[in-house]
């Protein structure tokens, strides 16, 4: 029988209720934690309960998120509180409790949370902690509804770890951002908004995602009080929060980094026993490319035999020839750059322009075939030809078998080509139904048949380059679907937050906006996959859809290209740790030597896109499932920058100042309220001596009155910027 939504099946009902009332203690224990420990924000609080003849331990802390929220003059920075609790004797349950609700629901990002976090302590040989024998508690506290959730990710992450390990967290630093399927700190937005919101509590260190150090606020220019332009100004991050408040401002690229500026542990990636190196990947992918290359080279002499050897109307106004000329040009610039990237051991990059080479080159052969004057069912014979290839092909696709890392990689990859394949074949077939009455349509049907038919062809070589290497992990369907659905929830929470922060910029966001568009229509193609039983392909199209949703935040006021260097050094680094490891990430590997070759062609857009890609996918991997090789250690908290004297004595003596004003103030309030409460007291008891009984009955009312719903700190500070 089951006593919960998370269907936990226990064996006795009085069982059942039992752990129902248990679990209920610590929710209220989670929920009132901050209403007690105001004054030790980020301390560890242990405990226990008996719960009959079972000790459940449990232990928590509350940290701050700064987040930021709309008023009717403008947005402003706000700080929640958010008290994470973990519980023993449970099963990895997690359970979200948010006062007011966020614009982004934060389940999502707890979960997350939990899973990045629960795959980095497994790992370490330092611990002996099972964190899948613990439940989960967040509860999240705020004085208004705050745009995003997925921005308090990292520092869930963090607190998690740290409740786990046993860790003591620092209480003067502060962070925001979203933490990623790979361990990696995603951007977000509102970052000077949420410094003030750190100050008012205190935090003389503040945690921001790498790579958002600046950011870019329209400045108006006037003349004789008239406003002549307005112009976007890009301002430094650290600046504003060391100017403003002596705040430090550290930038962070994955949790490890937090994790070290909260507690002074990390994790060291140690080598594994099974290390997987570079040269395996090489010595698979290499025979792939050198039959590409070969089979390449044979078909475009074929199609330069076709076009010589048939007769193609080549005079005013149907210059055919020379369109088909057109296209063989292609195939051979196709093949040229083959060879070159072959020669220089980017063996994927040389399968791709491999593949396109092929497409061009059978696509011509098509075209002479179709103007043999003898074949006059030739496109109905090769529309049907190709839809023979394809069911064939899609079947290998879908009956792969899955069964640990390298398999869920090749799989993924063949899958994604089955699906391309099938959107074009299903235009292909639209466009043959409708008749095919201009030469221009004919031509397209039969680039895409050409299309098709490769494509078809470069699933077999993705299943097959997994049979080179010794499989990593364990997988099965239903661990494969629900990781697929966990991905699947959190790009959407990526997509939600980043399209919220373009609505915010409006037309500012530029180009922006395409990424947040192929990443909406990645993630309704991702459902629709895992429907279609392609769970490998909508895992991993659930994580490009997060990969473009940040970069839809992380390029606004940046060129692509700014973020190359970067790009490239957080794939590199994940790749590496993936590899320690012992999994080999083809596919990330792949995607980063493209990403290599496509920035080298002034690409940079197709480059960022690759190398964030290829990290994620790596750095997932990574945290998927335990597989060992790290180990923690204490290297200490990084030293914080002072600020200087004079700022740190004006700071002092607003604290003193404040502690006065305030110790008066509570001293005379104190003494008003005993005087009022005794001489309403001696009021009542002379009115009840002097009333009959019948009359002494009255309704109480409700003392408490609800007041400001900004802190008062936050109000405070908006009030004196006016």
């Known amino acids: 029988m089951s006593c919960f939504l998370y269907n936990l099946e226990l064996i006795k009902y009085g069982e059942c209720i039992s752990l129902k009332k248990f679990v209920i203690i610590i929710a209220i224990i989670t929920i009132l934690s901050p209403s007690f420990i105001q004054y030790s924000i980020a301390e560890s609080n242990p405990g226990q309960i008996y719960n009959g003849n079972e000790l459940f331990f449990y232990r928590n802390v509350t940290v701050y998120a700064p987040a930021v929220a709309s008023t009717e003059d403008g947005y402003i920075g706000v700080i929640s509180t958010i008290t994470v609790t973990i519980q023993s004797n449970g099963s990895g349950r997690v359970f979200v409790d948010t006062l007011p609700l966020t614009e982004v629901d934060m389940q999502g990002s707890a979960r997350l949370a939990v899973k990045v976090a629960s795959a980095l302590v497994k790992n370490d040989e330092n611990s002996d902690i099972n964190p899948s024998e613990f439940d989960y508690f967040f509860v999240v506290r705020t004085s208004s509804p705050v745009i995003g959730g997925p921005s308090a990710g990292g520092i869930m992450t963090v607190a998690t770890i740290a409740l786990l390990q046993n860790w003591e967290m620092d209480n003067r630093t502060v962070m925001t951002g979203m933490i990623n399927p790979d361990g990696s700190i995603g951007p977000i937005g509102g970052i000077p908004q949420k410094i003030d919101a750190a100050h008012s ?51 962070v690229a994955d949790i490890n980094e937090a994790l070290a500026n909260f507690t ?44 010589e050897n048939t007769s193609i109307p ?297 190398f964030r890609y290829g990290g994620m996918i790596a750095g997932a991997l990574g945290l998927t499932e335990y597989t060992g090789g790290t180990s923690s250690r204490y290297v200490g908290v990084p030293e914080i920058f002072k600020s200087s004297g004079l700022n740190l004595l004006l700071q002092n003596i607003g604290i003193i100042i404040s502690i006065a004003i305030l110790s008066g103030a509570l001293g005379i309030i104190i003494g008003i309220i005993i005087t009022v409460v005794t001489t309403r007291k001696e009021e009542h008891r002379k009115r009840v001596r002097e009333k009959p009984i019948s009359e002494n009955s009255e309704l109480q009312t409700n003392p408490y009155v609800v007041d400001n719903e900004i802190p008062r700190s936050i109000k405070d500070y908006y009030k004196k910027q006016k």
């Not at 958002?212 to 991050?237: D, F, H, L, S």
């Open 264 to 307: 002074g542990y990390n994790f060291l990636f140690n080598n594994s026993e099974k290390n997987i190196t570079t040269d395996d990947y090489l010595n698979a992918i290499k025979p792939l490319a050198s039959t590409l290359l070969e089979s390449a080279r044979s078909k475009y002499d074929n199609a330069s035999l076709k076009i």
């Open 314 to 610: 080549n005079n005013y106004p149907t210059y055919y020839r020379y369109d088909l000329l057109d296209s063989l040009k292609v195939a051979g610039e196709n093949l040229k750059k083959s060879v070159e990237a072959y020669e220089n051991e980017s063996y994927y990059t040389s399968t791709s322009e491999s593949f396109q080479s092929l497409i061009y080159s059978r696509f011509i052969i098509y075209t002479c075939e179709y103007w043999n004057p003898e074949n006059d069912t030739y496109l109905q014979s090769l529309l049907n030809k190709v839809k023979n290839k394809y069911t064939e092909a899609a079947d290998l696709a879908r009956n792969a078998d899955i069964n640990g890392f390298i398999s869920l990689q090749t799989v993924g990859a063949a899958q994604r080509r089955a699906t391309e394949a099938k959107e074009q074949l299903d235009s292909a077939e639209s466009m043959f139904n409708n008749g095919l009455f201009l030469y221009t349509q004919v031509l397209d049907f039969l680039y895409k048949n050409a299309f098709i038919y490769e494509r078809c062809n470069s699933i077999g070589w993705w299943i097959n380059i997994g049979l080179n290497f010794n499989e990593t992990g364990e997988l099965d369907k239903d661990n494969l679907d629900n990781l697929a659905l966990e991905y699947i929830e959190e790009a959407q929470q990526a997509t939600i937050y980043s399209s919220i922060i373009i609505d915010e910029i409006g037309s500012s966001a530029g180009g922006s906006t395409n990424y947040l568009n192929l990443a909406e229509e990645l993630l309704v193609s991702a459902r629709q996959n895992l429907e279609n039983d392609y769970p490998a392909l909508a895992f991993f199209e659930a994580l490009e859809a997060t990969v473009r949703a940040n970069l839809a935040i992380e390029t606004i006021g940046f060129e692509p290209q700014d973020k190359i260097e970067l790009a490239s050094e957080s794939a590199n680094n994940n790749i590496a740790k993936s590899r320690q490891q012992g999994i080999e990430p083809v596919l990330a590997v792949s995607y980063y030597e493209f990403a290599e070759s496509l920035a080298n062609d002034s690409e940079y857009d197709s480059a960022l896109l690759y």
């Open 201 to 251: 509590v205190g935090a003389t260190h503040f945690l921001i995602p790498k790579g958002q150090g600046t950011y870019t606020e329209m400045v108006a220019t006037t003349v004789n009080g008239w406003i002549t332009t307005v112009k976007p100004v890009t301002r430094n991050i650290a600046d504003y929060a060391m100017d403003n408040y002596g705040m430090t401002v550290t930038e």
